[in-house]
């Protein structure tokens, strides 16, 4: 028990129905004496205090403030967030994650080790600032929880494989049965304290548990949340978490049959129903008329905001008035509430920063606080608690593993798995926290179970980092490039979108590169959106509507325009629509996995600025992010457009002049070479010219080795061979003596072109190091490519930067050609 400064402790004998008013400094540890030394005369102790001690006038009025609610709350706030941020710098290299650090952070302020001194904790976390984080804390689990529901997605039991149902019901079946029956069998051979026995079904249900919103943050914090393992692991543990929650609702409807009356079953049962009813079928309806009524990529009204939230606090009241929790009103209603924009990304948006940041940190280290490690006395508990934690860990690896092997997953893969559907987190502590609260289990194993927690999740973090790279897959095995591909090939084109902007200039391009009967376009179109209001990633083939639309969203006017282009040109283009929702952080996976899986041979990039009507620039730097990842692990080639005519009014160059004029620059190298082939294959459309400009100086232009040099002259040995049969083929030399003149020869022709290709990478040469001095070249196209991107580069062409395809299986010098022919024969 804590001593307070101010105010007088109250006792109420039991047995005698009076209370005694104590002053506190004189008489207060007497007291507790008493208790400790005669249980009989048990005593109930209560905190009595000022009640409007809010706000202190300052130490220069005499006052102390940490006697004051605000003050005492702002300290305390203050001191969790520094411990928990110093934790979690030193622990991060060692791949923890943010959750251990901040329960780490509540032991260290606990009574374990500052709160073991007295005089700390009675000043800096007296009993009556406790309640208030407590409050607090469990108002945080309750937005959290209602945002949970937001973003789940209830349909996806229904759409859930046979794999993940497989791995959902053995993931929650196998660790139960092995660890009950580790439970049963220490129960009879060892001797044991009666509450530790009482406490082995808990202990058994906590740990086999595998809870959705654990492993969503699990899988986001990794930034594997849309790989391939990530999509498999939330599906199963929702089915997971579906298992597992009703054996436990068997569980606590027969509890309350065996120790409530009939009256008090009827009415829990009754309550439920009717909050259920009321939620589904009037709430639900409301927030459908409000996805309705608000038109695509406007915001939610704030009426609408005030509505659900006021609508969130009533269930919240009516839970907790009915017993059946203001947590369990909460999830129900973020479930019937549309997930992903508009609404729920909305509201989402309004909260997340706000329960994430500040309420839900609070929760973890109010967790750690209330761990008391000295209250660990017989450690025969703790072998057996961990005994049963142990073998839920096993029949969890056991339960999650089979499956993915029998499916043919990939055998570290399939560990990877097994290793996330075990990991613990929020839904473990809220169910210990409660435990203790109602006075379930005491405080030794409120510990052991809290550090069991913290130490499983601080193992499994580092060996899924250490197993699982979703970049390793992306891997192709063998050459998936425009100038390795056979003559008349389908050439396969993968167009990510963000928005309706660079529509016509992508449509443009690919009406450039020659789609013919012979050789057709397969065009795949990903319009990637990034993930709001969701709980987990989406990966889907696009579904056109029976009836058109008269207000469609973003999505199918992209796809309707892509449709549209493909039917004007017969049987040479073919279009696949998808729609990809993930984070940005891990947008590229959806990018590559699909580009690996439809045998991509060129992804085409929106650049990361826009150039607005006039000379405005927006800049994304997501954006950005995510064509460089694509750049570093896609499995082709990649190439990236800047749009400049968005300057002036987006047009079709096709559409307005009868000849789309093309110039490809050349300083040598395998980027340069993949920018020319694709310039060849342009350069039979009828409808289209070719300039190659290739820069070349006394000396070598760009460094390089004999191979590529060779590789070099035999590429454009074969333009001059095309140039004798089409004369829409155009091949100039320019002799160079520095980056300048270079610069000069690109001012000159900056808008004599529709389409300018450039390649990416380029070996050493104080020729382009002269252009870099010009302009910074840090981004992500390389050289030539920011010099095109500067904001006065005044140009309306628009720009490729290409890259050749750098990841083929057991390739390690991208010069050899030789050996690449072989692998695509």
């Known amino acids: ?247 436990i609702s068997v569980i606590f409807a027969f509890k309350i049959a065996t120790f409530r009356s009939f009256g008090t079953i009827m009415g829990t049962v009754f309550s439920a129903a009717l909050l259920i009813f009321i939620v589904v079928f009037g709430f639900r309806p409301v927030a459908l008329w409000i996805v309705r009524h608000t038109p695509d990529g406007k915001p939610v009204k704030e009426i609408y905001i005030f509505a659900v939230m006021v609508a969130l606090l009533g269930c919240g009241f009516a839970g907790e008035f009915f017993g059946l929790s203001a947590l369990f009103a909460a999830f129900i209603l973020g479930l019937v509430i549309p997930d992903g924009p508009p609404l729920g990304a909305a509201l989402v948006e309004r909260l997340d920063c706000f329960v994430s940041v500040l309420l839900m940190p609070l929760f973890f280290t109010n967790c750690g606080l209330q761990t008391d490690v000295f209250a660990i006395m017989n450690w025969r508990n703790v072998v057996v608690l961990y005994s049963i934690a142990f073998s839920a860990f096993i029949g969890k690896i056991l339960g999650t593993i089979g499956p993915p092997l029998f499916f043919r997953m990939p055998v570290r893969d399939s560990i990877s798995l097994a290793l996330i559907m075990n990991s613990k987190g929020i839904a473990e502590l809220a169910l210990l926290t409660n435990w203790k609260r109602v006075k379930v289990i005491d405080e030794e194993c409120f510990a052991i179970m809290i550090i069991s927690v913290v130490v499983v999740t601080g193992v499994i973090s580092p060996l899924v980092k250490t197993l699982y790279d979703p970049s390793r897959r992306f891997i192709a095995y063998k050459r998936r490039t425009i100038l390795h591909a056979r003559a008349n090939d389908e050439l396969r084109i993968l167009v990510c979108q963000h928005s309706p902007d660079n529509v016509q200039a992508t449509i443009s391009l690919v009406e450039a590169s020659n789609p013919t009967t012979q050789s057709p376009i397969n065009l795949v179109v990903l319009r990637l959106v990034k993930l709001e209001g969701r709980a987990s990633s989406l990966l889907i083939a696009h579904r056109q509507r029976e009836r058109q639309s008269y207000n469609p969203t973003q999505s199918e006017r992209i796809f309707n325009a892509f449709t549209k282009f493909a039917d004007q040109r017969d049987d040479s283009v073919t279009v696949h629509c998808f729609e990809g929702i993930a984070p940005y952080g891990t947008m590229h996976n959806d990018v590559c996995s699909l580009a690996l899986e439809k045998r991509t041979t060129l992804i085409i990039l929106p650049f990361h600025k826009k150039w607005m009507v006039g000379d405005r620039m927006e800049t994304s730097y997501a954006l950005r992010h995510l064509n460089k990842n694509v750049l570093d692990k896609a499995p082709c080639s990649v190439g990236i457009l800047i749009d400049h005519k968005t300057r002036k009014r987006p047009r079709s160059a096709f559409a307005e002049q009868a000849t789309f004029r093309v110039m490809t620059i050349f300083f040598g190298g395998a980027d340069d070479r993949e920018a020319l082939a694709y310039g060849r294959r342009m350069a039979e459309n009828p409808n289209l010219t070719l300039t190659v400009i290739r820069f070349y100086a006394t000396n070598d232009i760009v460094a390089g080795t004999v191979r590529s040099r060779m590789l070099d002259m035999e590429i454009l040995g074969q333009l001059k061979a095309s140039m004798r049969y089409n004369e829409r083929i155009e091949h100039r030399e320019e002799l160079v003596s520095d980056g300048f003149k270079v610069l000069s020869v690109i001012k000159s022709m900056e808008n004599q072109f529709d389409l300018v290709m450039v390649g990416r990478r380029h070996g050493e040469s104080r020729y382009l190091s002269d252009l870099r001095k010009w302009n910074d070249g840090k981004g992500e196209l390389g050289t030539l490519g920011e010099l095109f991107a500067a904001s006065d580069f005044k140009s309306k062409s628009c720009v490729l930067v290409v890259q050749q395809q750098t990841r083929v299986w057991g390739l390690h010098d991208p010069e050899e050609s030789t050996r690449l022919r072989r692998l695509d024969s």
């Open 1 to 247: 028990m804590r001593e307070f400064h101010t105010g007088f402790y109250a006792r109420k004998h039991a047995f005698l129905g009076y209370s005694e008013v104590v002053e506190p400094d004189k008489h207060f540890h007497n007291l507790v004496q008493k208790m400790a030394s005669d249980p009989a005369h048990a005593t109930k102790i209560f905190v009595c205090h000022s009640v409007d001690q809010i706000n202190s006038k300052g130490i220069f009025y005499g006052d102390d403030p940490l006697i004051f609610s605000l003050p005492l709350l702002l300290m305390q706030l203050s001191l969790i967030s520094i411990i928990t941020r110093i934790a979690y710098a030193i622990l991060k290299p060692f791949g923890q994650p943010m959750i251990v650090s901040q329960i780490l952070g509540g032991v260290i302020l606990g009574p374990s080790i500052l709160g073991h001194n007295s005089s700390f904790a009675a000043k800096v976390f007296p009993p009556k600032g406790i309640t208030v984080l407590d409050t607090m804390s469990v108002f945080g689990f309750m937005l959290f929880i209602f945002l949970i529901g937001v973003k789940i997605d209830p349909t996806m039991v229904l759409k859930s494989g046979r794999k993940a149902v497989a791995i959902g019901i053995l993931g929650s079946t196998v660790p139960c049965s092995l660890a009950g029956l580790v439970a049963f069998i220490i129960s009879r051979s060892a001797t044991l304290d009666e509450d530790i026995v009482g406490f082995f079904p808990l202990a058994v249900a906590v740990m086999s548990l595998t809870a959705f919103p654990v492993v969503a943050i699990f899988l986001a914090e990794l930034k594997i949340l849309n790989s391939e393992i990530g999509r498999l692991a939330s599906s199963s543990s929702i089915i997971c978490d579906l298992c597992q929650w009703t054996i």
